[in-house]
């Protein structure tokens, strides 16, 4: 129908027509808020709100996501009254959401019993299953709450006691002592098999109810005489959990329906349990019902050999030994008892096994070592004494040909060795490879031992089989207070070995290269001139080692102090780069491995993902070069694409000059291996130190290697085009013999741009030196920035204060997801004030708070 402008009545139906569109769509638009407002009021526990909203029009039953219904959510809450509210305005009790869950299932799975008692007594159904198959019965008790499913069975049965739940809640049960639900299970199945039933690993309620020391569980289980020789997976029996944790009166029943002598899959018995424990009340119960003590585990030891080994008090020892049969015992590795409590250094256990008859002078089956031999090497000197006085014999070679005074003198027991010559025992017997007692002082560089010995009437003069003397061994230590005791007693210092190698050239070669040594050799008429069975000099040998002051000594026949003349130039020593105006020629073209002793080239190092071996190059110069080999699943194409992004970091790098950063050269890739050259370093990582020293870095240490590793972070992060380490730790950090601290194996180096940071789909480094940024799982790519070196700077202070990282106790597994939470990182033990702020300020959570390497070389810990 149409109208002309002057048409009144047509404006004013128009009018109308409008007006209630605008009302409709409004009364849509309430209703679609009325549903909100009644899903908040039911989260909100707001019952008279909820009943308003349904006196509106509201459908009580109106459906949220997830198939949610205002009832669902009021009894995920525990709002009691809210729920009657709703019920009461009509709402239906037995609705479900998609995953098939009623009110009632919701409210017991949240653990909100009053509600999901109201619900029962709103007659909610209770044989409805979810999606998965369960009843709201089975669901309480899975929830460990018997009233609750006693209340619901009274008014309808609809427990599943065959259920996938019930095996579950039946494990948990018995392992919280819930002797209620055990209980109830068994009157519900009055069948002896229920309570034989085997749960997770094959393991029975008497099983767990033993390991955890539930007794009443063990008292009702023996009422019904459940079976306690059922096995689990691994072939243990309840026995075993009640003599492995001391549960005496649960051992008291079990053991006497158990079968104490059965073995597990590692042979081992209930009577092991006790003793790896150190339960002694088990141990006797065990040994009165007639536990074998000569039974051996698949590791040959009995409970006995157990014992000692594992440090058992002295008492349970002597038990032990009081009731074992058979004290002739062989392991294995054919060691009697006697070897074992002189390996695990106990003495008063020794005693008692004498006291008992063991004979303590009984070779090993297999390589003729007594406990005497073992003694010289682990001590103390009070067991050699012992074993000495118990008539021992002194001068006992195994099949290697040592002896105890071989023994003593290559462990460097010095005491030992002395004690050994006051008893007179023979001190130049020779091994197999005819080293004496004497030779093995020498080599172990002990002056004190060699005279002790010589004083005594070893020979000074003897060689091995390979031609090495006492003189060899003094040379190559630098030892001139050996050699001058040599020389003053009349020793030949220039006997050459099997190889030709005589004692001034061991000293030409050593790695400590000793001009007082070379001095005092050809002083003592070594000859210079000699040459070893390769053709070369001692000259020759000091100036493959880059010694030019020592090849002039050498030449100049090693007389004067100070030489005339200005020593000739040689190649700079190949082994010591220390400083950037050292010239490395990277231009070379060909190289090769070079060749060590053995006709093998040999590593000097490893890194990530390859080995570090020494390269000669056609510049005549040696340089480093780190072997990588690609994952074998990689084809071609992928080797190429990562070799360029390695050669691509590498031109960066190569470009770096920088005291405190290793120099890298060039990258090649051949035969599918991709080789990284730098320049060659001689020195020990810091991690190297701490473990040689067998101690941390002191705080002095700390310090000065802090400030040098900061130098070089700070020129890598502000250089045009800035370069992060990315495994900053104590192992990637040299020392070089100079005392300069250089940064190497940049193998995970990456440009980060100055418009956007590089993100990589995997992880690199050490995930106890990463940050928590990059271990955060949501990350789908990781980012590496200037503040992750930082972090990683803060735990390598961490490790080299303590000699471990932070975290460190924690399995490495689980590691990432530790350190992403909340967590606060653990403070360094004993630490000074300044160190620890230094320390806590690289690694602060939160990468905006960490400062940039630059500024904390202004940190008054640093100054």
């Keep these: 129908m149409f109208f002309d402008d002057e048409s009144s009545s047509g404006a004013s139906l128009f009018a109308q027509l409008l007006a209630g569109m605008m009302q409709q769509q409004q009364r849509q638009e309430q209703g679609r808020n009325n549903k909100m407002l009644l899903f908040k009021a039911a989260i909100e526990g707001n019952g008279s709100m909820c009943q308003r909203l349904v006196a509106s029009g509201v459908d009580p039953d109106v459906q949220h996501e997830k198939g949610l219904r205002p009832l669902h959510l009021a009894a995920h809450q525990g709002h009691e009254k809210t729920v009657a509210a709703l019920l009461d305005a009509g709402a239906n009790a037995d609705v479900t959401d998609e995953d098939g869950d009623t009110p009632l299932m919701v409210a017991i799975m949240q653990k909100e019993w009053q509600t999901a008692?109201?619900?029962?007594?709103?007659?909610?159904?209770?044989?409805?299953?979810?999606?998965?198959?369960?009843?709201?019965?089975?669901?309480?008790?899975?929830?460990?709450?018997?009233?609750?499913?006693?209340?619901?069975?009274?008014?309808?049965?609809?427990?599943?006691?065959?259920?996938?739940?019930?095996?579950?809640?039946?494990?948990?049960?018995?392992?919280?002592?819930?002797?209620?639900?055990?209980?109830?299970?068994?009157?519900?199945?009055?069948?002896?098999?229920?309570?034989?039933?085997?749960?997770?690993?094959?393991?029975?309620?008497?099983?767990?109810?033993?390991?955890?020391?539930?007794?009443?569980?063990?008292?009702?289980?023996?009422?019904?005489?459940?079976?306690?020789?059922?096995?689990?997976?691994?072939?243990?029996?309840?026995?075993?959990?009640?003599?492995?944790?001391?549960?005496?009166?649960?051992?008291?029943?079990?053991?006497?329906?158990?079968?104490?002598?059965?073995?597990?899959?590692?042979?081992?018995?209930?009577?092991?349990?006790?003793?790896?424990?150190?339960?002694?009340?088990?141990?006797?119960?065990?040994?009165?019902?007639?536990a074998d003590t000569d039974a051996a585990d698949c590791q040959g030891l009995t409970p006995l050999a157990c014992s000692i080994v594992s440090n058992n008090p002295d008492r349970i020892v002597r038990l032990l030994a009081s009731r074992t049969k058979d004290l002739s015992f062989v392991d294995k590795n054919g060691y009697g008892y006697a070897h074992l409590a002189v390996i695990s250094q106990r003495l008063p256990v020794l005693k008692t096994l004498r006291s008992h008859g063991i004979i303590l002078d009984t070779p090993n089956t297999g390589d003729g070592e007594t406990p005497l031999l073992a003694a010289c090497q682990v001590g103390p000197l009070e067991t050699?004494?012992?074993?000495?006085?118990?008539?021992?014999?002194?001068?006992?070679?195994?099949?290697?040909?040592?002896?105890?005074?071989?023994?003593?003198?290559?462990?460097?027991?010095?005491?030992?060795?002395?004690?050994?010559?006051?008893?007179?025992?023979?001190?130049?017997?020779?091994?197999?490879?005819?080293?004496?007692?004497?030779?093995?002082?020498?080599?172990?560089?002990?002056?004190?031992?060699?005279?002790?010995?010589?004083?005594?009437?070893?020979?000074?003069r003897v060689a091995d089989r390979s031609g090495m003397t006492v003189a060899h061994y003094a040379a190559k230590h630098a030892n001139h207070e050996l050699l001058g005791y040599l020389d003053q007693n009349g020793v030949a210092l220039d006997k050459p070995d099997s190889d030709g190698q005589t004692p001034l050239m061991m000293a030409a070669g050593a790695d400590d290269m000793n001009c007082t040594v070379v001095r005092l050799l050809v002083r003592a008429g070594a000859n210079v001139d000699a040459r070893n069975n390769k053709g070369k000099n001692a000259a020759q040998i000091a100036n493959g080692q880059g010694n030019r002051h020592l090849v002039h000594l050498l030449q100049s026949g090693g007389i004067s102090d100070q030489p005339k003349n200005p020593p000739p130039s040689y190649p700079k020593p190949p082994r010591e780069s220390s400083t950037p105006r050292a010239e490395i020629d990277e231009n070379f073209d060909t190289w090769d491995f070079f060749i060590e002793e053995g006709d093998k080239k040999k590593p000097i190092g490893s890194g990530g993902f390859g080995k570090v071996y020494k390269a000669f190059t056609d510049r005549h110069q040696f340089v480093a070069v780190k072997v990588i080999k690609p994952m074998g699943n990689m084809d071609s194409a992928q080797r190429r694409q990562i070799f360029l992004q390695e050669k691509q970091a590498m031109d960066l790098l190569r470009h770096v000059r920088h005291e405190n950063i290793v120099r890298f050269l060039k990258a090649e890739?051949?035969?599918?291996?991709?080789?990284?050259f730098s320049e060659l370093l001689s020195g020990y990582t810091i991690q190297e130190i701490m473990f040689k020293q067998k101690k941390p870095i002191d705080e002095?240490?700390?310090?000065?290697?802090?400030?040098?590793?900061?130098?070089a972070l700070s020129h890598l992060h502000s250089l045009p085009k800035p370069i992060i380490h990315r495994d900053i730790k104590s192992s990637n950090i040299m020392l070089t013999n100079p005392g300069i601290v250089k940064l190497i194996d940049f193998g995970f180096a990456r440009e980060i741009s100055n418009s956007q940071m590089m993100m990589t789909r995997t992880q690199c480094g050490t995930p106890f030196f990463m940050a928590p940024e990059i271990l955060a799982p949501m990350n789908e790519g990781v980012a590496y920035t200037s503040k992750t070196d930082v972090w990683a700077l803060g735990c390598t202070v961490f490790e080299m204060a303590t000699?471990?990282?932070?975290?460190?106790?924690?399995?490495?597994?689980?590691?990432?997801?530790?350190?992403?939470?909340?967590?606060?990182?653990?403070?360094?033990?004993?630490?000074?004030?300044?160190?620890?702020?230094?320390?806590?300020?690289?690694?602060?959570?939160?990468?905006?708070?960490?400062?940039?390497?630059?500024?904390?070389?202004?940190?008054?810990?640093?100054?």
């Design 117 to 290: 008692r109201l619900l029962i007594e709103r007659n909610a159904e209770l044989r409805l299953k979810n999606n998965n198959g369960y009843t709201a019965a089975d669901l309480a008790l899975a929830k460990g709450n018997l009233g609750l499913v006693k209340m619901m069975e009274r008014k309808r049965p609809a427990l599943q006691l065959n259920g996938r739940m019930n095996g579950s809640q039946l494990l948990q049960a018995a392992q919280d002592g819930n002797d209620d639900l055990i209980g109830f299970w068994l009157d519900q199945n009055p069948d002896r098999s229920a309570c034989n039933v085997q749960l997770k690993d094959g393991r029975t309620l008497a099983f767990v109810a033993a390991l955890n020391g539930h007794l009443d569980i063990i008292e009702r289980l023996e009422r019904c005489r459940a079976d306690y020789n059922i096995a689990d997976s691994e072939g243990n029996i309840p026995l075993f959990c009640a003599a492995q944790n001391g549960h005496d009166k649960i051992l008291k029943i079990l053991i006497k329906r158990s079968r104490v002598n059965h073995r597990n899959e590692n042979k081992r018995t209930a009577l092991f349990s006790a003793v790896l424990n150190g339960r002694e009340t088990a141990m006797k119960m065990l040994l009165d019902a007639g």
């Design 384 to 460: 050699v004494e012992y074993l000495l006085k118990e008539g021992c014999n002194s001068g006992h070679q195994n099949n290697h040909g040592v002896s105890p005074a071989l023994r003593a003198a290559y462990c460097n027991q010095e005491d030992i060795l002395r004690h050994l010559v006051n008893h007179g025992a023979p001190l130049d017997l020779k091994n197999r490879k005819g080293e004496t007692a004497i030779l093995c002082a020498a080599e172990k560089n002990s002056f004190s031992m060699v005279q002790l010995l010589h004083r005594r009437g070893c020979n000074l």
């Design 803 to 863: 000699m471990e990282p932070p975290n460190s106790e924690i399995q490495a597994l689980f590691f990432l997801g530790i350190v992403v939470s909340s967590k606060p990182m653990p403070k360094i033990p004993g630490a000074s004030a300044e160190l620890q702020d230094f320390y806590q300020l690289c690694v602060e959570r939160e990468p905006s708070n960490r400062p940039e390497a630059s500024r904390l070389l202004q940190h008054k810990f640093l100054k």
């Design 700 to 711: 002095g240490g700390i310090k000065r290697f802090t400030i040098q590793v900061c130098q």
């Design 669 to 676: 890739e051949k035969d599918g291996k991709f080789y990284i």
